[in-house]
Nanobody
Framework: QVQLVESGGGLVQPGGSLRLSCAAS????????MSWYRQAPGKQRELVAA???????NYLDSVKGRFTISRDNAKTTVYLQMNSLKPKDTAVYYC????????????WGQGTQVTVSS
């Protein structure tokens, strides 16, 4: 069964840290580019961080220097380490997997809530 399962969300105070995980059951994980998106209430979903199958990373400007995306192909898991969290980081965070091997294929996780509040 194809699935992406996020975990690690929760409530944290401003300045705190969280580590999100996305465990993937999507076939050959190493062929996929992996990303984290977020969607705050009343706003569009936005790309937060991405890591290609080759390990190249890209970040939303507002999280550069605070968030780090990484992947463990052996564990078929992608991570998002979030430090120095701010209230504006509050959102539902979604994991995304995409590959063009064998045709364009995209999968989404169910999302995990991150709330930054004192």
């Amino acid at each position: 069964q194809v699935q992406l399962v996020e975990s690690g969300g929760g409530l944290v105070q401003p300045g705190g840290s969280l580590r999100l995980s996305c465990a993937a059951s999507i076939g050959i994980f190493r062929f996929y580019d992996m990303s984290w998106y977020r969607q705050a209430p009343g706003k569009q979903r936005e790309l937060v961080a991405a890591i290609t199958s080759g390990g190249i990373t890209n970040y939303l400007d507002s999280v550069k220097g605070r968030f780090t995306i990484s992947r463990d192909n052996a564990k078929t898991t992608v991570y998002l380490q979030m430090n120095s969290l701010k209230p504006k980081d509050t959102a539902v965070y979604y994991c995304n997997a995409m590959t063009r091997v064998g045709g364009l294929t995209t999968y989404w996780g169910q999302g995990t809530q991150v709330t930054v509040s004192s």
